[in-house]
């Protein structure tokens, strides 16, 4: 069992920027890409950025150009630096990797 912890979840302003961040114990030796995901209220879970074990990334159209996925191999740590918010950012963020999942982290996007 591997427990993922997600982390850096807020609120902030349209226009604005966060980080958020998912810790995955072991994640260098385990080889696996971590992908994020988002889910809205009432809404489906959305697919939103891969980073690869090589480093590689991808992002849904929805957000290239303003989120950024990174890790840190010394952390075990991925982070999804998200700029320019809007309001329809607003949602619970998910990790996974390696098939486990974390518990997610809230963004609030509000005037």
């Known amino acids: 069992q591997v427990q993922l912890v997600e982390s850096g979840g807020g609120s902030v302003q349209p226009g604005g920027s966060l980080t958020i961040s998912c810790t995955v114990p072991?994640?260098?030796?385990?080889?696996?890409?971590v992908l994020w995901y988002r889910q809205a209220a009432g809404k489906q879970r959305d697919w939103v950025s891969t980073?690869?074990?090589?480093?590689?990334?991808d992002y849904a159209d929805s957000v290239k150009g303003r989120f950024t996925v990174s890790r840190d191999k010394a952390k075990d740590t991925v982070y999804l630096q998200m700029n320019n918010l809007k309001f329809e950012d607003a949602a619970m963020y998910l990790c996974?990797?390696?098939?486990?999942w974390g518990q997610g982290t809230q963004v609030t996007v509000s005037s």
């Open positions: 072991g994640l260098t030796s385990k080889n696996c890409a």
């Open positions: 996974v990797a390696c098939t486990y």
């Open positions: 980073i690869s074990s090589g480093g590689s990334t």
